[in-house]
T-cell receptor, first 116, second 114 residues
Framework: AQSVTQLDSQVPVFEEAPVELRCNYSSSVSVYLFWYVQYPNQGLQLLLK??????LVKGINGFEAEFNKSQTSFHLRKPSVHISDTAEYFC??????????????FGTGTQLKVEL | DTAVSQTPKYLVTQMGNDKSIKCEQNLGHDTMYWYKQDSKKFLKIMFS???????INETVPNRFSPKSPDKAHLNLHINSLELGDSAVYFCASSQDRGSGNTIYFGEGSWLTVV
């Protein structure tokens, strides 16, 4: 069974500071990893995903993540955050469904709060 | 154009009532889903449909009955609502094959049972 652990439930950070949101996964098969962002009272938006190839993945809004197989991690980073980055961030691992489609198993989320 | 749209966005109802949430996607995807986000913001898949056929039901009570009239629609009907059903319900869709396919989510439906 696949699982995702997000160790930090909340991460406060000042504007223009760098931030790292941690994600560790457990999977017995090939890993496909995702980061989604949820702004208040909104749906989930894809930030980036890792399928294969380069372990450094760049996403939208200046975010990037690094896949580390030996440490089973997929941490999300941004060198300089903005107040508008305040949101809930979810790490997820994908598994294929017999019969079609795929299933996302989510971590418990990390609330990023950017302060002035 | 909204890719995955669901209505209503907010729904407040009494225990014991029956309610429906509608979902439509205009992405041409074959697979649609319902996810539930509880009060602690934990997200979990409920159902998956592929070409109108049920693929998975993640131990969801029988009171929840999804219906897919065509590939572009997946509605969620809930009978005899309970307090514990209060949550945010997200509709989503993706292409058929491949674990790497992006799942696109709707804006969510906030259900409050009183």
């Amino acid at each position: 069974a696949q699982s995702v652990t997000q160790l930090d439930s909340q991460v406060p950070v000042f504007e223009e500071a760098p931030v790292e949101l941690r994600c560790n996964y457990s999977s017995s098969v090939s890993v496909y990893l995702f980061w989604y962002v949820q702004y208040p009272n909104q749906g989930l938006q894809l930030l980036l995903k890792y399928l294969s190839g380069s372990t450094l993945v760049k996403g939208i809004n200046g975010f990037e993540a690094e896949f580390n197989k030996s440490q089973t991690s997929f941490h999300l980073r941004k060198p300089s955050v903005h107040i508008s980055d305040t949101a809930e961030y979810f790490c997820a691992v994908s598994s294929i469904l017999t019969g079609g489609g795929n299933k996302l198993t989510f971590g418990t989320g990390t609330q990023l709060k950017v302060e002035l | 154009d909204t890719a995955v749209s669901q209505t209503p966005k907010y729904l407040v109802t009494q225990m014991g009532n029956d309610k429906s949430i509608k979902c439509e996607q205009n992405l041409g995807h074959d697979t649609m889903y319902w996810y539930k986000q509880d009060s602690k913001k934990f997200l979990k898949i409920m159902f998956s449909y592929n070409n109108k056929e049920l693929i998975i039901n993640e131990t969801v009570p029988n009171r929840f009955s999804p219906k897919s009239p065509d590939k572009a629609h997946l509605n969620l009907h809930i009978n005899s609502l309970e307090l514990g059903d209060s949550a945010v319900y997200f509709c989503a869709s993706s292409q058929d094959r491949g674990s790497g396919n992006t799942i696109y989510f709707g804006e969510g439906s906030w259900l409050t049972v009183v």
